[in-house]
């Protein structure tokens, strides 16, 4: 069975502070995708990124960064210097080849940037 | 261009009453969802339909019913509301029969349902 789990419910940071958001996943899948969404205050659902199982290299782009670590079953986040507009709850998410398309979301981070 | 479109984005009703929800995708995806979003944020699937072809049905009640007319629209009809379908609705869509990116599901707006 597939799990997701997003240990920190809330992040509070000061802007330009760098904050890393973390997930740990659990899966028997040799084959498996990870993905990252926000979802910013007005409701939607925005794709970040995604990652199969095949992929370690971590990844960036522009200020975000995804480090992903198979031995840990970690695929974490970094926001480098947070803007306000970083402001949004993010979800961590992870698809088996074996069990369809369904999306196994974590509980997903609200993370607050202050001014 | 919106590429998953939902309508309503609001939807207020009444206990009892019977009402639908619709979504649109205009990216050539060969798979839909819906999922719900509760009120403490958490996201679950309910339906998936690839190719008008249902693959994917969470437990559900039955008053839930999908309904796929065509690759570009799945729509969500739910019967006999009960208060605790207040929730979020999201529909999303992937494109699972290629070589390319696959998997990657693109979410709509939402549809916020409150049922009083």
């Known amino acids: 069975a597939q799990k997701v789990t997003q240990a920190q419910t809330e992040i509070s940071v000061v802007e330009k502070e760098d904050v890393t958001l973390d997930c740990v996943y659990e899966?028997?899948?040799?084959?498996?995708?990870l993905f990252w969404y926000k979802q910013p205050p007005s409701g939607e659902l925005v794709f970040l990124i995604r990652?199969?199982?095949?992929?370690?290299q971590n990844e960036i782009s522009g200020r975000y960064s995804w480090n992903f670590q198979k031995s840990t079953s970690s695929f974490n986040f970094t926001i480098t210097a947070s803007q306000v507009v970083d402001s949004a709850v993010y979800f961590c998410a992870l698809s088996e080849e074996t069990s369809g398309s369904r999306l196994t979301f974590g509980e997903g981070t609200q993370l607050t940037v202050n001014p | 261009d919106t590429a998953v479109s939902q309508t309503p984005k609001y939807l207020v009703t009444q206990m009892g009453n019977d009402k639908s929800i619709k979504c649109e995708q205009n990216?050539?995806?060969?798979?839909m969802y819906w999922y719900k979003q509760d009120s403490k944020k958490f996201l679950k699937i309910m339906f998936s339909?690839?190719?008008?072809?249902?693959?994917i049905n969470e437990t559900v009640p039955n008053r839930f019913s999908p309904k796929s007319p065509d690759k570009a629209h799945l729509n969500l009809h739910i019967n006999s509301l009960e208060l605790g379908d207040s929730a979020v609705y999201f529909c999303a869509s992937s494109q699972q029969s290629t070589s390319g990116p696959k998997n990657i599901q693109y979410f709509g707006a939402g549809t916020r349902l409150s049922v009083l």
């Open positions: 990652r199969n199982s095949f992929d370690e």
């Open positions: 899966t028997r899948d040799t084959t498996y995708y």
């Open positions: 339909y690839n190719n008008k072809e249902l693959i």
């Open positions: 990216l050539g995806h060969d798979t």
